[in-house]
C-alpha cells in the first residue's frame, strides 16, 4: 500500500487531503476511488485511508484506522557518523534510515577531511532530512529520522552518553565485542558512534571512554567509515529481536 | 602494516618479491630496508615479511612468519544476490567482501531488470573479482571472495543447498526470523539468499521452500536489494560471534 507522509494536523483531520507533492506522486499513481492508501505523520502514528474523490489534483480521504506505526523498531537507535566526504554521509542517512535508525547526528572529529562550512550546513542539512524523508517513504517507516548536525566531538559524546547505551566502535578495540555490551544491561534506547575515513584518534577514544561510553570491536576487518555504522545498526536491529 | 596480495606459489618462496603491480605500491608507499609488510594469497594463508632491498622496483623480502590469516570469519558465508543494476551489484561485492562474505554468487530471477549479456559476462565478473580484491585488500581480508555467476534461480537454489545452512529474505514473511533459523541448528557454512529491485516472485520463493532453503523476514522495514544482503551478512557475523 503507498504510503503518504503529512503533519500531525494533517493527520488528524476526519478527512485528510494529499495536496502538493503527494497530490501530484497520487495522480501519477492514478489513485481512484475506493482505494487504499496509508498516510503516516513521521512520528509513528499512521491512519489507514481509502480515497472518496479526486477534486482538481486534490485527493479527499476518508480514514479507516488510525494506528502506531507497526514498522518501527522497539529499541531506539541513534547513529552518530564523524563527518565523511558527502556521498558516504548521504549513504549512511539513506541506508540508516531503512534499517531501521532513529535518528542520524553528524559531527566533526579531529581526522575529518570534509566538514560543511558554517553557511552550507543549513542546506545540507535540508538536503539530508530530505534524504531521510524519502528514505523512510521506500522503506515504509512510520517515522522520519531526523538528521542533527553537532558542533563538536566534546557535544556528540554529551548527547550520546543520554541514551541507555551508548557505543564507540574503535578499530584498536580487539576484546570488548557489541554482544557483550548489549548483553550486560537491558536498553531501550542506544547510541552507535563510529570515526570518520581516517579514523579516530587514540585520545578521542580515550575521551569517549571517560565521557562513558563503551568500546567495541565491530570484528577482526577494517570496515569503511559509510559501513561500521549500518553493520553496527544491523547487528543491533538483529540482537534486539527485529528479524 | 600494509597488505599485499600473491599467488600461492609466490608465497611460498623463502624470499618472496614484490612485482609488478605491487611493486609500484611498494614504491608510492616508499618501503625501506627492514620495514614489515604482509604477503597474503588471498586464500586465508599469509607471511609477515621484512624488506630486505629494493632492486630497480622488484621489492625482495625475507619471511618472517607463516600464518592462517587471523581476520577471516569462522563461519563461510555465501551471498547470493539477484542480478540488480551495475552500481548495486558492484556496492554489494565491495561492501560484502569488507563484512567477511566467503564467496558472492549472482544469479538471475524472473524480476531481474538488468542482467549482463553472454557476451559482455566474462568482462564483467573480470571486474567484480578486481572490486572483490581490492576490498579485501583496504579491510585487511586474507580470503578474497570469488565472484560466480550462474544461469538461472533452478542453479543458484541447487548450489546454495549445498551449505549447512542456506536462507532466503522474503519481505512478505513475517513469522520466521533470521535468528530462529540461525538457533536451530550449529553451521559452519551459510547461503543467504536475496531477490532484485521488484523483489522475488511468490512461486520462486515456493521453488526455494521445496529445494531445502529457510524462508526468513529481515525486519518490517523493506530494504533495498542492495541493503537486504548486507544486512544480513552483518547480522550473521554478529550472531556468529565476530564482534
Redesign the interface.
Known amino acids: 500500500m503507498t504510503r503518504f507522509f503529512v503533519t500531525p494536523d494533517e493527520l488528524n483531520e476526519k478527512n485528510p487531503r494529499l495536496t502538493g507533492e503527494n497530490g501530484k506522486h497520487a495522480s501519477v499513481l492514478r489513485l481512484r476511488a475506493g482505494e487504499e492508501v496509508i498516510l503516516c505523520d513521521g512520528r509513528g502514528q499512521e491512519c489507514r485511508c481509502s480515497v472518496l474523490e479526486n477534486r482538481g489534483g486534490e485527493y479527499i480521504l476518508e480514514t479507516i484506522e488510525r494506528r502506531k506505526s507497526?514498522?518501527e523498531?522497539e529499541v531506539l537507535a541513534s547513529i552518530y557518523m564523524a563527518y565523511a566526504k558527502g556521498d558516504k554521509l548521504e549513504h549512511v542517512i539513506q541506508?540508516a534510515t531503512?534499517?531501521?535508525a532513529y535518528e542520524i547526528v553528524v559531527f566533526p572529529s579531529a581526522r575529518c577531511v570534509s566538514r560543511p562550512e558554517e553557511k552550507s550546513l543549513g542546506k545540507k542539512l535540508e538536503r539530508w532530512q530530505k534524504i531521510a524523508r524519502s528514505a523512510a517513504e521506500?522503506?515504509?517507516?512510520g517515522w522520519i529520522p531526523q538528521v542533527i548536525a553537532l558542533e563538536s566531538f566534546a557535544q556528540a559524546l554529551a548527547r550520546a552518553t543520554q541514551t541507555d547505551l551508548s557505543i564507540l566502535f574503535y578499530e584498536n578495540e580487539h576484546a570488548n565485542?557489541?554482544?557483550h555490551s548489549l548483553e550486560k544491561a537491558s536498553f531501550h534506547t542506544v547510541s552507535l558512534l563510529t570515526g570518520p575515513e581516517g579514523g579516530l584518534e587514540e585520545r578521542e577514544v580515550q575521551e569517549a571512554e571517560r565521557a562513558g561510553l563503551q568500546i567495541?570491536?565491530?570484528?577482526?576487518?577494517?570496515?569503511?567509515c559509510e559501513?561500521a555504522p549500518?553493520?553496527a545498526l544491523?547487528?543491533v536491529?538483529?540482537?534486539s529481536?527485529?528479524?
Chains 1, 2 share one sequence.
Open positions: 507497526p514498522s523498531p541506508k531503512e534499517l531501521g521506500q522503506s515504509g517507516r565485542t557489541l554482544r567495541c570491536t565491530l570484528g577482526s576487518r577494517i570496515l569503511r559501513t549500518l553493520c544491523s547487528a536491529m538483529f540482537a529481536g527485529e528479524f
